[in-house]
């Protein structure tokens, strides 16, 4: 079945470093991607999205690229904030194999970044 | 356009006791899915609710259980509780579509502590 698998956490960062957060995945369809963020206390909320091979996704100066070859969609920032400090989810929709709707989820990566 | 709301947003209980929990959906959404989320064992997906009929469900023992209403408002119930039901309970809503992303949007969660 489908599956999507993140790199262990947590990753510690210093203030201003570039942020690589790992995910993979396996689809017998074309699926959608997501990455969803965690802040402390609070409910997930979708960060950035990308429904097809080589689309972009982009927010608050994060980007992941769907990568239909490598079945990639790692997580980047150039210059991360100590705001920046939750956790994070890679996710993906699949309706022609998960035809049950649900999104598969990743395990979470915990990002730290100190000042 | 009002998110996901969830209340209450803390809950104490004791063991053996029942909780009840609600969830309102974003105005239009007709699918309502829950989650538990644990330190130990990340999000894990309990049930999901789409025109009032339970379509999918997670692994977990009968006593978490759950209903939706005509309004799509949900509500889930965990009953004879257990220490290890200790965990932020979390609401997602949405749209199911047969194409697209079927993106979910998540509330703030309810915080439960089973003493």
């Known amino acids: 079945g489908d599956s999507v698998t993140q790199m262990e956490g947590p990753v510690t960062l210093s203030e201003e470093a570039f942020l690589t957060i790992n995910c993979t995945y396996t689809?017998?369809?074309?699926?959608?991607l997501f990455w969803y963020v965690q802040y402390p206390g609070e409910g997930l909320q979708l960060l950035l999205k990308?429904?097809?091979a080589d689309d972009k996704g982009s927010n608050k100066g994060f980007e992941a690229t769907y990568r239909k070859e490598t079945t990639s969609f790692h997580l980047e920032k150039g210059s991360v904030q100590v705001s920046d400090s939750a956790v994070y989810f890679c996710a993906l929709s699949d309706l022609k194999s998960n035809s049950n709707y649900q999104l598969i989820w990743g395990a979470g990566t915990k990002l730290i970044i100190k000042p | 356009k009002a998110g996901v709301t969830q209340t209450p947003r803390y809950l104490i209980k004791t063991r053996g006791q029942q909780v009840t929990l609600s969830c309102s959906p974003i105005s239009g959404h007709r699918s309502v899915s829950w989650y538990q989320q644990t330190p130990g064992q990340g999000l894990q997906f309990l049930f999901e609710y789409f025109s009032e009929t339970q379509r999918n469900k997670g692994n977990f023992p009968g006593r978490f259980s759950g209903r939706q209403f005509s309004n799509s408002r949900s509500e889930m119930n965990v009953s004879t509780l257990e220490l290890g039901d200790s965990a932020l309970y979390l609401c997602a809503s949405s749209l199911r579509r047969a194409r697209g992303e079927n993106e979910q949007f998540f509330g703030p969660g309810t915080r439960l502590t089973v003493l």
């Open positions: 990308a429904t097809k």
């Open positions: 689809a017998t369809g074309y699926p959608s």
